[in-house]
C-alpha cells in the first residue's frame, strides 16, 4: 500500500485545485494522454512510453517511491471538479533552497489560463511553505504556449540549454530557462 505524507492540496481560484497525486489518479491520467496521444506527444517524450494503465500507476509509485523527507511534490489539476493534467516539482535541491516546475494540460482546457494561474499558485507556495529560493521552468524553444507561461509571470530569460531534452523520434530540443528568485517577486 502506498504511503503518502500528508495530502496537499491547494485551491487555486473558485474554479482551479491542485490536489496532491495520488494513486487512484491514474485512471484519468493514463485515459487523457491515450486519448490525446498525437497532441500531447509533440512536447511529452513520455507519451510513447506510456501504453497501459500500469504505466502511471508505475509513475506515481516511482514518485513515492523515495524517502518521504525527499518526495518531489506533483499535483493533479483540477478545472471544475475534473481531471485537466499534472503540475509540480521536479529535481529538487533543497541545500541550495530551488527547484523546477513542470506542467502539462490536457488539450481541451487550454486557454484558461489553468497553468499561468498554477504556477503562480506553486510559486507562491515554494517561496512561503518549502523555503525555496529559486524556482525555474525550462520550456522547449518551439512550445510557445508554454514559454509564454513564465513570461507572463515575470520569470526572467536566462538563456538557452542547448540539445536540453529529447523529443519524439529522438530527435533533441534546445530549452528556454527562465527563473524567478524569491527576493525578486512581483
Known amino acids: 500500500m502506498l504511503k503518502l505524507?500528508?495530502?496537499?492540496?491547494?485551491?487555486v481560484n473558485n474554479n482551479i485545485t491542485l490536489?496532491?497525486?495520488?494513486?487512484?489518479?491514474?485512471?484519468?491520467?493514463?485515459?487523457?494522454?491515450?486519448?490525446?496521444?498525437?497532441?500531447?506527444?509533440?512536447?511529452?517524450p513520455f507519451v510513447d512510453f506510456t501504453k497501459g494503465i500500469s504505466d502511471s500507476e508505475d509513475f506515481i509509485n516511482f514518485i513515492y517511491s523515495v524517502p518521504p523527507e525527499k518526495v518531489e511534490l506533483i499535483f493533479v489539476i483540477h478545472y471544475n471538479d475534473k481531471f485537466a493534467g499534472l503540475?509540480?516539482?521536479?529535481?529538487?535541491?533543497k541545500l541550495n533552497k530551488k527547484t523546477e516546475i513542470g506542467y502539462w494540460l490536457s488539450e481541451a482546457y487550454q486557454k484558461k489560463g489553468i497553468i499561468t494561474q498554477s504556477v503562480k499558485t506553486l510559486t507562491d507556495y515554494a517561496f512561503t511553505e518549502l523555503d525555496i529560493n529559486r524556482i525555474q521552468i525550462k520550456c522547449a524553444v518551439g512550445n510557445f504556449p508554454s514559454?509564454?507561461?513564465p513570461k507572463r509571470l515575470k520569470f526572467q530569460f536566462e538563456g538557452i540549454e542547448r540539445d536540453g531534452e529529447?523529443?519524439?523520434?529522438?530527435e533533441y530540443t534546445d530549452l528556454e530557462i527562465y527563473s524567478i528568485l524569491r527576493r525578486k517577486q512581483p
Not at 5 to 11: A, D, E, G, R, T
Not at 27 to 33: A, N, Q
Not at 87 to 93: A, P, R
Request: net charge neutral.
Open 166 to 170: 529529447i523529443l519524439i523520434d529522438n
Open 19 to 44: 490536489k496532491q497525486i495520488e494513486l487512484s489518479d491514474a485512471k484519468d491520467i493514463f485515459e487523457t494522454i491515450d486519448s490525446q496521444r498525437a497532441y500531447l506527444r509533440k512536447w511529452l
Open 5 to 11: 505524507p500528508s495530502m496537499v492540496i491547494l485551491k
Open 87 to 93: 503540475i509540480g516539482f521536479k529535481d529538487t535541491d
Open 147 to 149: 514559454k509564454n507561461v
